[in-house]
C-alpha cells in the first residue's frame, strides 16, 4: 500500500521516478501483484494526462520565478490557517493534493482556503472554500481538487511517452469560481531544442467570463525576448478536442464558435449536461489561433 500511496503523491512532485540503493528490495510497479500495479499505472497515466499544465508550470519558473510546487501559503498569504498546514501542497496554484501515509487509510482531511469553491478532479464535485472536509481516498486513486476559477490543459489519449503524446488534442479542465469564471494558461515548444530562445513557442490564455470561453495569445512572457534578432515562430496545428466544465450552474442548449473569420453552431450531440459538469466533445478550434466559444440558452440536465 505504501509504495502504491508514494507513486499516488509522485505523480504530482515536479520530479517524479522510481529510485532507490542498487542492493535494497526490487520495487518494480509489476512485482506488487495486478491490484497494485493497476494502482500504480493509474497514478503514471495521471501524470501523463497532466504533462501540459505541468510543463506550463515549469514555463512560468523559468520565465517568471514562479514555483512549480508550494506550500499553501505562498497563494493564499492572507489565511493565517494555511501557516500550519504541511501536509497539503499545491501543483502551481490551481491544483491541490495531500498524501496518504497511513495503512488501510480512505479518506483525508483537507483545508479548503480561499473564497473560490474546490472542485475534485476526477469527479467535478464541488467542496465550498474555507473549511475543512473529509475527501475520500480509496487506494485507487489520491484525492486531488482543482481550485474554483482555474483552466488545467490536459491531455487525455494514453501513450507510452511524452514524445508520443506530443500533437496529440488537449481537454481544457475549466473549474468555475463563484463568479462563473476562469482563467488559464498553456505553454508549449517543441520540446527538445533551444529555439524558445529565440521565440518558438506558443502561450496561450484562456478566459472563461459571462458564457464565453476565448482563447488568445499571451503576451510576450519570454525572458530572451530582448535578446531577438529574428524572432521565430511556431507552429502547431493541434486542436482542443474536448472541454469539460466545472460548476456551471446551467447546461446551455447551444455553442457557437468563431475562429479565423469563421463561424459554426456546434451540434446538440456535442453537449451534455448532467450534475452540473459540462462536456463539449470536439469543438474543433486549433490552439494556435484565437477563438471563442460562445454558450446560450439552458437545458436541465440529462
Known amino acids: 500500500q505504501l509504495l502504491v500511496r508514494w507513486y499516488q503523491i509522485g505523480a504530482f512532485y515536479p520530479f517524479f521516478r522510481g529510485h532507490a540503493h542498487l542492493e535494497t528490495k526490487r520495487r518494480e510497479p509489476w512485482l506488487m501483484g495486478?491490484?497494485?500495479?493497476?494502482?500504480?499505472?493509474?497514478?503514471?497515466?495521471?501524470?501523463?494526462?497532466l504533462m501540459p499544465y505541468?510543463?506550463?508550470?515549469?514555463?512560468r519558473a523559468h520565465a517568471m520565478g514562479e514555483s512549480v510546487i508550494m506550500p499553501l501559503y505562498f497563494a493564499f498569504p492572507e489565511d493565517t490557517k494555511v501557516l500550519d498546514i504541511d501536509r497539503q501542497m499545491l501543483l502551481g496554484e490551481s491544483i491541490m493534493v495531500k498524501p496518504v501515509v497511513a495503512e488501510g487509510q480512505t479518506s483525508v482531511q483537507m483545508y479548503l482556503p480561499g473564497s473560490a469553491p474546490w472542485y475534485h478532479m476526477y469527479t467535478g464535485e464541488a467542496y465550498q472554500a474555507g473549511q475543512e472536509v473529509s475527501i475520500p481516498?480509496?487506494?485507487?486513486?489520491?484525492?486531488?481538487?482543482?481550485?474554483?476559477?482555474?483552466?488545467?490543459?490536459?491531455?487525455?489519449?494514453?501513450?507510452?511517452?511524452?514524445?508520443?503524446?506530443?500533437?496529440?488534442?488537449?481537454?481544457?479542465?475549466?473549474?468555475l469560481d463563484s463568479e462563473q469564471s476562469a482563467t488559464g494558461d498553456l505553454y508549449m515548444d517543441d520540446a527538445h531544442s533551444f529555439e524558445f530562445q529565440e521565440g518558438a513557442y506558443l502561450h496561450k490564455r484562456f478566459t472563461?467570463?459571462?458564457?464565453?470561453?476565448?482563447?488568445?495569445?499571451?503576451?510576450?512572457?519570454?525572458?530572451?525576448?530582448?535578446?531577438?534578432?529574428e524572432k521565430l515562430t511556431f507552429e502547431t496545428s493541434v486542436e482542443v478536442e474536448r472541454l469539460v466544465v466545472y460548476g456551471l450552474s446551467e447546461g446551455p442548449l447551444s455553442a457557437v464558435v468563431k475562429?479565423?473569420?469563421?463561424?459554426?453552431?456546434?451540434?446538440?450531440?456535442?453537449?451534455?449536461?448532467?450534475?452540473?459538469?459540462?462536456?463539449?466533445?470536439?469543438?474543433?478550434?486549433?490552439?494556435?489561433?484565437?477563438?471563442?466559444?460562445?454558450?446560450?440558452?439552458?437545458r436541465e440536465e440529462l
Open 137 to 175: 481516498a480509496p487506494l485507487e486513486r489520491l484525492p486531488a481538487l482543482v481550485r474554483g476559477g482555474a483552466i488545467i490543459p490536459r491531455k487525455d489519449r494514453m501513450r507510452r511517452s511524452t514524445t508520443a503524446q506530443h500533437w496529440d488534442p488537449y481537454t481544457l479542465l475549466i473549474a
Open 259 to 298: 475562429q479565423g473569420g469563421s463561424t459554426a453552431t456546434l451540434s446538440a450531440d456535442s453537449l451534455s449536461y448532467a450534475a452540473g459538469v459540462l462536456t463539449v466533445r470536439k469543438p474543433g478550434v486549433k490552439v494556435a489561433d484565437d477563438f471563442t466559444i460562445t454558450f446560450s440558452g439552458a
Open 208 to 229: 472563461f467570463s459571462e458564457g464565453v470561453l476565448s482563447g488568445t495569445a499571451f503576451e510576450d512572457s519570454s525572458p530572451y525576448r530582448t535578446k531577438y534578432e
Open 54 to 59: 505541468i510543463y506550463t508550470q515549469f514555463w
Open 34 to 49: 495486478e491490484d497494485n500495479t493497476d494502482r500504480i499505472r493509474i497514478a503514471i497515466a495521471g501524470r501523463y494526462q
